[in-house]
């Protein structure tokens, strides 16, 4: 590189190449030792680009779903095994071939399972001690791996996350006002939550506002609230409706099964829980709703088990108020009892009787 | 090695049973699901099995049983209870401006402006109308800040004198473009309830003002006209 005219003449072939290549223009390149380095630091080091695009962000509600590669891996291995024991028989087969064919005596099928029916024979204890952990083992990870049959929210399982098919963002409609968001009261749009069984899928709520808001804060947003306006039978240049509806079929997320009771209103307005303490920080951080608790029997039992039932206000226990202390003054002490521990909790109740729940 | 086969289609079935379970819509497998899924109409609740699972033409047929349907039109909800007998009759003004100005001269609270009741009020404008007429109705709520919403007066400057009869009229139709119907929201005493509470801002934060009407003399003229027809049709 420093000196290429003196290896030209030297008579190097490969130089002599270059030389005639280039239409015999080698230039004396002026070059210290330290960028000859470096030169040939970055031919060695050269990677190809990479092009481009691979880089948009995964669209909202649309997780990548990555199949998981154990699957592949146990199937890749068992093929490897029964390869290996197949090889083995066709080795003994073989053997066997050319011991008959020299008149000798066939040695003793020893290939597969029969030999590891041998080798456990042989090693009685270590093999009953290897087998029964193994047993004991499947039984336990199968008993963990039933527990979570039907369970789509909590910390033992991947939380239900369906997309649906209006990409609504929680976030941005019920989320803190300082973060820029609009801070709508959850009940607001799931206004039956405190009246009813139901917490209630928004209707006709959505165009409360969104008559008036066509544009989303991106594109997507508005593409999202085009279908709102398809889904009701709004026209939005001429701000009237045209009549044809067609409805929207939410995906259904938290589904507690028939046999278990569960009324929105009792919580809410009765017990004054927080719409958060079950469906998680769906305000801050869910911009698709999923599952966030468990929604196991377990779970909604711990919760009445501990729970501090808010008797003032609402007047749902005013006149269990009256009847309990009228028995404290008939001598009966059960309101002494539950207040052991400075609380009543729902259990205390009756929050754990099985037909609270289940009828 | 005969065992061969039926190990590899085990492996298989497994294999497949697992990877079933990787499609986000699917709610998965559950125990039981004629347990699960009721045999009565229940609201919201979806008659269709796991499409995913049980294949798409039982679930579609499933689902063709409709859940959640509007009621019949003209009904009024009715309640038993005595002590709401004000509450149980049809709205009789139209949705147009002269019923808009109708209802302000004539309509009425049956509701007394105690601290009570404007607490109780409230607590439904925190969830019904904070967001956009903001904390103090002065329609600085975070919809209009950071949702750059079309400003709603203030109710201590433009609305200051607006009567009830209006307020009541706005909840139940909306007003302008901006601002839609509350009446599937909130029934009406909640209504009511949030219209004493504006009352409330619109005086500054300050009970007075008050319009109480006994029960009585509640049901405005035009009311009473709809109510007579009624009991003389029967």
Same mark, same amino acid.
């Given at each position: 590189?420093?000196?290429?005219?003196?290896? $030209?003449?030297?008579?190097?072939?490969?130089?002599?190449?270059?030389?005639?290549?280039?239409?015999?223009?080698?230039?004396?390149?002026?070059?210290?030792?330290?960028?000859?380095?470096?030169?040939?630091?970055?031919? =060695?080091?050269?990677?190809?680009?990479?092009?481009?695009?691979?880089?948009?962000?995964?669209?909202?509600?649309?997780?990548?779903?990555?199949?998981?590669?154990?699957?592949?891996? +146990?199937?890749?291995?068992?093929?490897?095994?029964?390869?290996?024991?197949?090889?083995?028989?066709?080795?003994?087969?073989?053997?066997?071939?050319?011991?008959?064919?020299?008149?000798?005596?066939? +040695?003793?099928?020893?290939?597969?399972?029969?030999?590891?029916? =041998?080798?456990?024979? =042989?090693?009685?204890?270590?093999?009953?001690?290897?087998?029964?952990?193994?047993?004991?083992?499947?039984?336990?990870?199968?008993?963990?791996?039933?527990?979570?049959?039907?369970?789509?929210?909590?910390?033992?399982?991947?939380?239900?996350?369906? /997309?649906?098919?209006?990409?609504?963002?929680?976030?941005?409609?019920?989320?803190?006002?300082?973060?820029?968001?609009?801070? +709508?009261?959850?009940?607001?749009?799931?206004?039956?939550? /405190?009246?009813?069984?139901?917490?209630?899928?928004?209707?006709?709520?959505?165009?409360?506002?969104?008559?008036?808001?066509?544009?989303?804060?991106? =594109?997507?947003?508005?593409?999202?609230?085009?279908?709102?306006? %398809? %889904?009701?039978?709004?026209?939005?240049?001429?701000?009237?409706?045209?009549?044809?509806?067609?409805?929207?079929?939410?995906?259904?997320?938290?589904?507690?099964?028939?046999?278990?009771?569960?009324? &929105?209103?009792?919580? $809410?307005?009765?017990?004054?829980?927080?719409?958060? !303490?079950? &469906?998680?920080?769906?305000?801050?951080?869910?911009?698709?709703?999923?599952?966030? %608790?468990?929604?196991?029997?377990?779970?909604?039992?711990?919760?009445?088990? !501990?729970?501090?039932?808010?008797?003032?206000?609402?007047?749902?226990?005013? !006149?269990?108020?009256?009847?309990?202390?009228?028995?404290?003054?008939?001598?009966?002490?059960?309101?002494?009892?539950?207040?052991?521990? /400075?609380?009543?909790?729902?259990?205390?109740?009756?929050?754990?009787?099985? %037909?609270?729940? &289940?009828? | 090695?005969?065992?061969?086969?039926?190990?590899?289609?085990?492996?298989?079935?497994?294999?497949?049973?697992?990877?079933?379970?990787?499609?986000?819509?699917?709610?998965?497998?559950?125990?039981?699901?004629?347990?699960?899924?009721?045999?009565?109409?229940?609201?919201?609740?979806?008659? *269709?099995?796991?499409?995913?699972?049980?294949?798409?033409?039982?679930?579609?047929?499933?689902?063709?049983?409709?859940?959640?349907?509007?009621?019949?039109?003209? #009904?009024?909800?009715?309640?038993?209870?005595?002590?709401?007998?004000?509450?149980?009759?049809?709205?009789?003004?139209?949705?147009?401006?002269?019923?808009?100005?109708?209802?302000?001269?004539?309509?009425?609270?049956?509701?007394?402006?105690?601290?009570?009741?404007?607490?109780?009020?409230?607590?439904?404008?925190?969830?019904?109308?904070?967001?956009?007429?903001?904390?103090?109705?002065?329609?600085?709520?975070?919809?209009? #800040?950071?949702?750059?919403?079309?400003?709603?007066?203030?109710?201590?400057?433009?609305?200051?004198?607006?009567?009830?009869?209006?307020?009541?009229?706005?909840?139940?139709? *909306?007003?302008?473009?901006?601002?839609?119907?509350?009446? *599937?929201?909130?029934?009406?005493?909640?209504?009511?309830?949030?219209?004493?509470?504006?009352?409330?801002?619109?005086?500054?934060?300050?009970?007075?003002?008050?319009?109480?009407?006994?029960?009585?003399?509640?049901?405005?003229?035009?009311?009473?006209?709809?109510?007579? #027809?009624?009991?003389?049709?029967?």
């Amino acid at each position: 590189m420093r000196n290429s005219q003196t290896v $030209v003449k030297s008579g190097n072939a490969y130089a002599k190449k270059l030389y005639g290549e280039w239409n015999q223009i080698m230039t004396p390149q002026a070059l210290t030792n330290e960028e000859v380095d470096a030169v040939l630091y970055y031919v =060695d080091n050269f990677v190809p680009p990479v092009p481009k695009g691979g880089d948009q962000p995964t669209p909202v509600g649309a997780p990548a779903a990555e199949a998981p590669m154990w699957p592949w891996l +146990i199937v890749v291995g068992l093929l490897l095994a029964v390869v290996t024991l197949s090889l083995g028989g066709v080795r003994t087969s073989l053997t066997n071939a050319v011991r008959e064919a020299e008149g000798q005596q066939a +040695i003793r099928d020893r290939t597969g399972l029969k030999r590891f029916y =041998d080798l456990a024979g =042989d090693n009685k204890i270590f093999a009953s001690v290897i087998g029964l952990s193994l047993v004991a083992w499947l039984l336990v990870s199968g008993w963990y791996w039933a527990l979570t049959i039907g369970v789509y929210g909590g910390d033992t399982v991947e939380h239900y996350r369906p /997309e649906q098919p209006i990409l609504f963002n929680h976030t941005l409609h019920a989320g803190k006002a300082d973060k820029n968001n609009l801070a +709508i009261n959850c009940q607001y749009c799931h206004s039956s939550a /405190e009246k009813s069984k139901h917490a209630g899928i928004p209707a006709p709520t959505c165009m409360n506002c969104h008559k008036a808001v066509a544009q989303g804060r991106s =594109d997507a947003g508005t593409k999202e609230i085009q279908k709102i306006y %398809a %889904a009701v039978g709004w026209d939005p240049e001429k701000l009237a409706y045209t009549g044809k509806e067609d409805p929207i079929e939410w995906v259904k997320v938290h589904n507690l099964p028939d046999h278990a009771f569960f009324s &929105h209103a009792q919580h $809410v307005a009765v017990g004054k829980v927080e719409c958060q !303490e079950c &469906h998680g920080p769906i305000d801050e951080k869910m911009d698709v709703a999923e599952q966030w %608790a468990p929604l196991t029997m377990g779970w909604c039992i711990q919760c009445h088990n !501990e729970k501090d039932v808010k008797m003032a206000g609402n007047g749902y226990y005013d !006149e269990l108020m009256v009847r309990m202390e009228a028995n404290e003054k008939l001598g009966h002490r059960e309101l002494k009892e539950y207040l052991e521990d /400075e609380k009543i909790t729902v259990k205390e109740l009756g929050g754990w009787e099985c %037909a609270k729940c &289940h009828y | 090695m005969r065992m061969q086969p039926l190990s590899i289609g085990t492996a298989l079935a497994v294999m497949t049973l697992f990877t079933a379970c990787g499609e986000p819509n699917s709610p998965g497998i559950e125990y039981m699901p004629d347990m699960y899924r009721s045999p009565s109409m229940e609201a919201y609740l979806d008659y *269709g099995q796991d499409p995913f699972i049980f294949g798409d033409s039982l679930a579609v047929a499933q689902r063709e049983r409709q859940s959640a349907r509007l009621p019949v039109v003209g #009904t009024v909800p009715f309640s038993w209870d005595p002590s709401k007998k004000e509450f149980n009759f049809h709205y009789p003004y139209p949705a147009t401006p002269e019923g808009y100005e109708q209802a302000g001269l004539e309509l009425k609270s049956p509701i007394a402006m105690t601290q009570e009741t404007v607490d109780r009020g409230k607590v439904i404008y925190t969830k019904f109308c904070m967001h956009c007429h903001g904390e103090k109705g002065a329609g600085d709520g975070a919809v209009v #800040t950071n949702g750059k919403y079309s400003q709603p007066p203030s109710y201590t400057a433009a609305l200051k004198d607006l009567p009830e009869g209006k307020i009541f009229h706005s909840l139940v139709y *909306g007003k302008n473009v901006a601002m839609g119907s509350h009446a *599937g929201q909130l029934d009406k005493e909640e209504r009511w309830l949030v219209t004493r509470y504006v009352q409330y801002l619109q005086n500054g934060g300050k009970l007075g003002r008050a319009t109480t009407t006994p029960a009585d003399s509640t049901i405005v003229p035009a009311v009473a006209a709809v109510t007579t #027809t009624a009991t003389a049709a029967k």
